[in-house]
C-alpha cells in the first residue's frame, strides 16, 4: 500500500506541476480583483457586489489570503504591505492562549461595546464571551481531538499567545477568516485570526455569540491547518481550489458546537447540485453553487466521521503534512486502507447516503442529521412498468453531469407485483485525465437498501443485472467519475435499461442483529450472525476489517463476529458493517460496540456540552452507573474549578444500573445562571465515585 501510495503521490505531482506551470501568472485585472477584495473586507464597510441581493457572500475569508500568497510577487511591495498589514485595535485582553483584540469605539467596536454586567470588569461582555469560546475551541480541537497546536507567532501581536481580532468584516459578506503570515518551512505558516465583531450582516444580529461560535471552531481550525500544511489547495490563485479546508472547518464548526448547525443554512448548495465535484470551488458571486459548495460539501467529512470514525479526519491532515503540495486525495486513500476501505470503496458509498436525506434519512445507520436536509436532485426518474421497458437516455457534457468526484442519479421506480429484474447497461464517455467512471446501483426502501457496484471497462462501458427489484421501492443508478486527478470538466454517458422476467434469484437476508452492543476494553464481546436463502445458495460472510474485530464463518450460514478493543477505546462508539453473500447479492447491516471501562467507573456529563444560554435549548445531565445501588445512596453535584459548590440535585429516583437522563434548568442553588467557564460534575453512587466537564459560554 505505501508503494501505490507513494506511485499516487508522483503522478499527482506531475499533474499539479503541469497545472501551476498553466496557472503560473494571474493577469492584471484578476490580481486587481483580488485586491478590492481584501481591501472591501478590511474596510469595515458594506461594499456592493460583494454581497448577493439574497445576503449571500463567502462565509470565510481565509482563501483571499491563500490567494494573495500565491501571487504576491506579482503586487507592487507597498501594496502588498498594506494587505497583509495586521490590524491595529485599541486595546485586548490575554487569556492562557489568545489575546484578544478589540476597539471600543469606532467600526470595529463589538457588539453592544456598553454593555459591561458578566462580569462587570471594564471589559465588555461580548469579549469576554470572544475569549471563553476560543479558549473552549482550543480545548476541545487540541485537548480533546488531539490536533497540533497552531506553531507560536513568537511576539508579533505583543506576545507568544495566539492573535483573535475582532473586526467588522460581515460587510463584505463574512463570518471570519484565518490569515497566514510567516512561512516556518515548505508546508507550515503562523497565522491569526479576525472574527466579525457584531454577526448583524450575516444573519446572527439578535444573538451573534451563535455565529461567533461556530466561527470560532470554524477559523481556529484553519490555523491548526496552516501548521500542518499550508499547500493543501489543488492549483494557484485565481484558479486555486482549497475546498479541503473548508469542508474540514465547516465539519469542525459541528464537532465542537453541534447545537447551532449554521452549516444547514447552505447544505442546500450540495444536495441541489450534485454533479458538482468535491473539488468545486469559486470567488465569484456570478457562480453561487460552486462558490458555496465547498462550504455544503462538508458532508464528505461527515460520511468519514460518521461510516468510520471522528479520528479519520485528524489523521487524513497529519498524512497532507507529511508530502508538501496538494495531495489529500491519495491521502485519504492511504488512511482509509487503515480501516480497511479505500477512497474509491468509500467515494461510492458516500453517493449512496446522499440518497438517504429528507424523508428517506436513516439517521441510525447514515447520516445521524439528514432528516433536515434536503432531497438530493435527481437527473433522471422513471415509472415504466415492465411493458414501457426499454429505456433509456442520453446526456451530454452540458447536462449537468458528473465532475470528477460528482455524482448523478437515476431513479427507476419498481413493481413488485412482477418478478424479475433490471438489466443495466451503462457507455461514459471517454475521460483522458486518468480518471474513471465508478457506477454503483442502490437499492432502496424504507425498511432496507443494499447498494452493488457495476464493472466498468477502460472505455466506460459495463452492464449490471439486478435481481428481484420488488425487493425494494426503487434502483437508483448512480453514475460518478473517480480518480486521484484533480479536474473539473463535466462527462456525459448514455444508458438503457431492459426489464428481465427471468432475473430471480433471492439474495440471502440477515437474522435479526443488535444494532448496539456494549463491550468492557480489554474484553472479548461474540456476536452470532445467521442468514437465510429462499433457494438454498451457498452464504458466506464479511465485515469490516479493524484492530480487535474477527470474523468467524461457520459454512452454513452463520458466523461469529468478536470484537476485543483495547483500553484506548473507552468512551467510543465503534461501527462495524456486516455482510451475508451469496451469488445473487448480498444482504449488509451494520452494529454499532459501545466500548466502556472494564473497572465499571461512575462518569456524568451535561447535554449540550458547552451549554449557551442564548441558544433556549433544554439541558439535560447525563449519568452512568455500572450497578444498581439504594436509594439515598446517590449524590450528584456542580462545583467551580476553584471548587465552589454551585448545585446539587435533589429528588434523584433513578438507582438502576445503566444510562440515566434528569432534566436542570442550567440555574446554581441561588436561580441565578451560571458564568461562563468550565465546571465540574461529581457523582457519589454507593462506594464509587465520577467526575464529568462542561463549559458555560454566555
Given at each position: 500500500?505505501?508503494?501505490?501510495?507513494?506511485?499516487?503521490?508522483?503522478?499527482?505531482?506531475?499533474?499539479?506541476?503541469?497545472?501551476?506551470?498553466?496557472?503560473?501568472?494571474?493577469?492584471?485585472?484578476?490580481?486587481?480583483?483580488?485586491?478590492?477584495?481584501?481591501?472591501?473586507?478590511?474596510?469595515?464597510?458594506?461594499?456592493?457586489?460583494?454581497?448577493?441581493?439574497?445576503?449571500?457572500?463567502?462565509?470565510?475569508?481565509?482563501?483571499?489570503?491563500?490567494?494573495?500568497?500565491?501571487?504576491?510577487?506579482?503586487?507592487?511591495?507597498?501594496?502588498?504591505?498594506?494587505?497583509?498589514?495586521?490590524?491595529?485595535?485599541?486595546?485586548?485582553?490575554?487569556?492562557?492562549?489568545?489575546?484578544?483584540?478589540?476597539?471600543?469605539?469606532?467600526?470595529?467596536?463589538?457588539?453592544?461595546?456598553?454593555?459591561?454586567?458578566?462580569?462587570?470588569?471594564?471589559?465588555?461582555?461580548?469579549?469576554?464571551?470572544?475569549?471563553?469560546?476560543?479558549?473552549?475551541?482550543?480545548?476541545?480541537?487540541?485537548?480533546?481531538?488531539?490536533?497540533?497546536?497552531?506553531?507560536?507567532?513568537?511576539?508579533?501581536?505583543?506576545?507568544?499567545?495566539?492573535?483573535?481580532?475582532?473586526?467588522?468584516?460581515?460587510?463584505?459578506?463574512?463570518?471570519?477568516?484565518?490569515?497566514?503570515?510567516?512561512?516556518?518551512?515548505?508546508?507550515?505558516?503562523?497565522?491569526?485570526?479576525?472574527?466579525?465583531?457584531?454577526?448583524?450582516?450575516?444573519?446572527?444580529?439578535?444573538?451573534?455569540?451563535?455565529?461567533?461560535?461556530?466561527?470560532?471552531?470554524?477559523?481556529?481550525?484553519?490555523?491548526?491547518?496552516?501548521?500542518?500544511?499550508?499547500?493543501?489547495?489543488?492549483?494557484?490563485?485565481?484558479?486555486?481550489?482549497?475546498?479541503?479546508?473548508?469542508?474540514?472547518?465547516?465539519?469542525?464548526?459541528?464537532?465542537?458546537?453541534?447545537?447551532?448547525?449554521?452549516?444547514?443554512?447552505?447544505?442546500?448548495?450540495?444536495?441541489?447540485?450534485?454533479?458538482?465535484?468535491?473539488?468545486?470551488?469559486?470567488?465569484?458571486?456570478?457562480?453561487?453553487?460552486?462558490?458555496?459548495?465547498?462550504?455544503?460539501?462538508?458532508?464528505?467529512?461527515?460520511?468519514?466521521?460518521?461510516?468510520?470514525?471522528?479520528?479519520?479526519?485528524?489523521?487524513?491532515?497529519?498524512?497532507?503534512?507529511?508530502?508538501?503540495?496538494?495531495?489529500?486525495?491519495?491521502?485519504?486513500?492511504?488512511?482509509?486502507?487503515?480501516?480497511?476501505?479505500?477512497?474509491?470503496?468509500?467515494?461510492?458509498?458516500?453517493?449512496?447516503?446522499?440518497?438517504?436525506?429528507?424523508?428517506?434519512?436513516?439517521?441510525?445507520?447514515?447520516?445521524?442529521?439528514?432528516?433536515?436536509?434536503p432531497d438530493i436532485s435527481i437527473r433522471f426518474y422513471t415509472e415504466a412498468t415492465p411493458s414501457l421497458y426499454p429505456v433509456g437516455d442520453t446526456f451530454t457534457?452540458?447536462?449537468?453531469?458528473?465532475?470528477?468526484?460528482?455524482?448523478?442519479?437515476?431513479?427507476?421506480?419498481?413493481?413488485?407485483?412482477?418478478?424479475?429484474?433490471?438489466?443495466?447497461?451503462?457507455?461514459?464517455?471517454?475521460?483522458?485525465?486518468?480518471?474513471?467512471?465508478?457506477?454503483?446501483?442502490?437499492?432502496?426502501?424504507?425498511?432496507?437498501?443494499?447498494?452493488?457496484?457495476?464493472?466498468?471497462?477502460?472505455?466506460?462501458?459495463?452492464?449490471?443485472?439486478?435481481?428481484?427489484?420488488?425487493?425494494?421501492?426503487?434502483?437508483?443508478?448512480?453514475?460518478?467519475?473517480?480518480?486521484?486527478?484533480?479536474?473539473?470538466?463535466?462527462?456525459?454517458?448514455?444508458?438503457?435499461?431492459?426489464?428481465?422476467?427471468?432475473?430471480?434469484?433471492?439474495?440471502?437476508?440477515?437474522?435479526?442483529l443488535p444494532s448496539d452492543t456494549t463491550v468492557k476494553a480489554t474484553k472479548c464481546v461474540n456476536i452470532q450472525l445467521y442468514a437465510t436463502d429462499l433457494q438454498?445458495?451457498?452464504?458466506?460472510?464479511?465485515?469490516?476489517?479493524?484492530?480487535?474485530?474477527?470474523?468467524?464463518?461457520?459454512?452454513?450460514?452463520?458466523?461469529?463476529?468478536?470484537?476485543?478493543?483495547?483500553?484506548?477505546?473507552?468512551?467510543?462508539?465503534?461501527?462495524?458493517?456486516?455482510?451475508?453473500?451469496?451469488?445473487?447479492?448480498?444482504?449488509?447491516?451494520?452494529?454499532?460496540?459501545?466500548?466502556?471501562?472494564?473497572?465499571?467507573?461512575?462518569?456524568?456529563?451535561?447535554?449540550?456540552?458547552?451549554?449557551?444560554?442564548?441558544?433556549?435549548?433544554?439541558?439535560?445531565?447525563?449519568?452512568?452507573?455500572?450497578?444498581?445501588?439504594?436509594?439515598?445512596?446517590?449524590?450528584?453535584?456542580?462545583?467551580?474549578?476553584?471548587?465552589?459548590?454551585?448545585?446539587?440535585?435533589?429528588?434523584?429516583?433513578?438507582?438502576?444500573?445503566?444510562?440515566?437522563?434528569?432534566?436542570?434548568?442550567?440555574?446554581?442553588?441561588?436561580?441565578?445562571?451560571?458564568?461562563?467557564?468550565?465546571?465540574?460534575?461529581?457523582?457519589?453512587?454507593?462506594?464509587?465515585?465520577?467526575?464529568?466537564?462542561?463549559?458555560?459560554?454566555?
Amino acid at each position: 500500500m505505501k508503494k501505490l501510495y507513494a506511485i499516487m503521490i508522483i503522478l499527482l505531482f506531475l499533474t499539479i506541476g503541469r497545472c501551476l506551470a498553466g496557472d503560473a501568472v494571474s493577469s492584471k485585472a484578476q490580481i486587481e480583483d483580488l485586491i478590492k477584495q481584501i481591501e472591501a473586507l478590511k474596510s469595515g464597510q458594506f461594499v456592493e457586489g460583494f454581497v448577493t441581493s439574497e445576503g449571500i457572500g463567502h462565509k470565510c475569508g481565509t482563501h483571499l489570503f491563500l490567494g494573495l500568497l500565491s501571487v504576491k510577487d506579482q503586487i507592487e511591495p507597498s501594496i502588498l504591505e498594506k494587505l497583509l498589514a495586521r490590524p491595529e485595535r485599541q486595546t485586548y485582553i490575554d487569556t492562557q492562549h489568545f489575546r484578544i483584540h478589540y476597539d471600543t469605539t469606532g467600526t470595529h467596536a463589538p457588539y453592544q461595546v456598553g454593555i459591561d454586567v458578566d462580569p462587570a470588569d471594564n471589559i465588555p461582555d461580548y469579549i469576554n464571551r470572544t475569549a471563553e469560546i476560543f479558549e473552549y475551541v482550543w480545548s476541545f480541537e487540541i485537548d480533546t481531538l488531539m490536533y497540533p497546536a497552531p506553531p507560536s507567532d513568537d511576539s508579533a501581536g505583543g506576545d507568544s499567545r495566539y492573535d483573535v481580532y475582532v473586526s467588522n468584516v460581515g460587510g463584505a459578506g463574512y463570518y471570519g477568516l484565518t490569515q497566514p503570515e510567516t512561512q516556518l518551512d515548505s508546508t507550515r505558516y503562523t497565522s491569526y485570526i479576525e472574527v466579525e465583531n457584531d454577526y448583524a450582516e450575516v444573519g446572527y444580529g439578535s444573538n451573534p455569540i451563535v455565529g461567533l461560535s461556530v466561527t470560532a471552531a470554524h477559523e481556529f481550525f484553519h490555523s491548526i491547518h496552516f501548521g500542518l500544511d499550508f499547500n493543501e489547495r489543488d492549483g494557484v490563485y485565481p484558479n486555486d481550489k482549497p475546498w479541503w479546508y473548508e469542508v474540514t472547518a465547516v465539519w469542525m464548526e459541528d464537532v465542537v458546537f453541534d447545537e447551532v448547525d449554521d452549516y444547514k443554512l447552505f447544505v442546500h448548495y450540495f444536495y441541489d447540485y450534485p454533479w458538482l465535484g468535491l473539488g468545486s470551488f469559486s470567488r465569484s458571486l456570478s457562480d453561487v453553487p460552486r462558490m458555496m459548495h465547498p462550504y455544503a460539501s462538508c458532508v464528505w467529512a461527515r460520511f468519514l466521521h460518521e461510516r468510520f470514525d471522528r479520528d479519520i479526519i485528524r489523521q487524513i491532515w497529519i498524512e497532507c503534512s507529511r508530502v508538501a503540495g496538494y495531495n489529500v486525495l491519495p491521502a485519504t486513500d492511504y488512511v482509509l486502507s487503515g480501516y480497511g476501505s479505500s477512497f474509491e470503496e468509500a467515494f461510492l458509498e458516500f453517493t449512496s447516503w446522499n440518497f438517504f436525506t429528507g424523508e428517506r434519512a436513516d439517521t441510525v445507520d447514515k447520516f445521524s442529521e439528514a432528516d433536515e436536509w434536503p432531497d438530493i436532485s435527481i437527473r433522471f426518474y422513471t415509472e415504466a412498468t415492465p411493458s414501457l421497458y426499454p429505456v433509456g437516455d442520453t446526456f451530454t457534457s452540458d447536462d449537468l453531469v458528473p465532475e470528477p468526484l460528482g455524482a448523478n442519479y437515476n431513479v427507476y421506480r419498481t413493481w413488485p407485483s412482477y418478478i424479475g429484474g433490471l438489466q443495466f447497461d451503462f457507455n461514459g464517455e471517454d475521460i483522458y485525465t486518468g480518471n474513471n467512471w465508478l457506477v454503483g446501483v442502490l437499492g432502496w426502501d424504507p425498511a432496507s437498501d443494499t447498494l452493488e457496484k457495476f464493472y466498468i471497462d477502460v472505455i466506460g462501458e459495463g452492464t449490471l443485472s439486478f435481481r428481484d427489484w420488488g425487493r425494494y421501492d426503487y434502483l437508483v443508478v448512480i453514475p460518478t467519475v473517480f480518480g486521484f486527478v484533480p479536474g473539473y470538466s463535466s462527462y456525459g454517458y448514455s444508458f438503457l435499461t431492459n426489464y428481465d422476467e427471468n432475473l430471480v434469484g433471492n439474495a440471502p437476508l440477515f437474522g435479526e442483529l443488535p444494532s448496539d452492543t456494549t463491550v468492557k476494553a480489554t474484553k472479548c464481546v461474540n456476536i452470532q450472525l445467521y442468514a437465510t436463502d429462499l433457494q438454498g445458495d451457498a452464504i458466506w460472510f464479511s465485515s469490516d476489517t479493524l484492530e480487535g474485530l474477527s470474523l468467524l464463518d461457520n459454512g452454513n450460514g452463520t458466523a461469529i463476529l468478536t470484537y476485543c478493543p483495547k483500553m484506548e477505546m473507552v468512551g467510543f462508539s465503534v461501527p462495524v458493517r456486516v455482510e451475508a453473500h451469496d451469488t445473487s447479492g448480498y444482504d449488509a447491516k451494520q452494529i454499532v460496540f459501545y466500548v466502556v471501562s472494564p473497572t465499571d467507573e461512575v462518569f456524568a456529563n451535561m447535554f449540550p456540552n458547552p451549554i449557551i444560554y442564548e441558544d433556549g435549548n433544554p439541558i439535560t445531565l447525563q449519568y452512568f452507573l455500572p450497578d444498581t445501588i439504594n436509594a439515598g445512596d446517590l449524590d450528584i453535584r456542580i462545583f467551580s474549578v476553584a471548587g465552589e459548590l454551585i448545585y446539587k440535585f435533589a429528588d434523584l429516583s433513578q438507582f438502576n444500573s445503566g444510562f440515566h437522563e434528569i432534566p436542570w434548568n442550567g440555574l446554581n442553588s441561588k436561580g441565578n445562571q451560571l458564568a461562563g467557564g468550565v465546571y465540574i460534575i461529581k457523582v457519589r453512587a454507593g462506594k464509587k465515585s465520577g467526575s464529568g466537564k462542561f463549559a458555560i459560554i454566555r
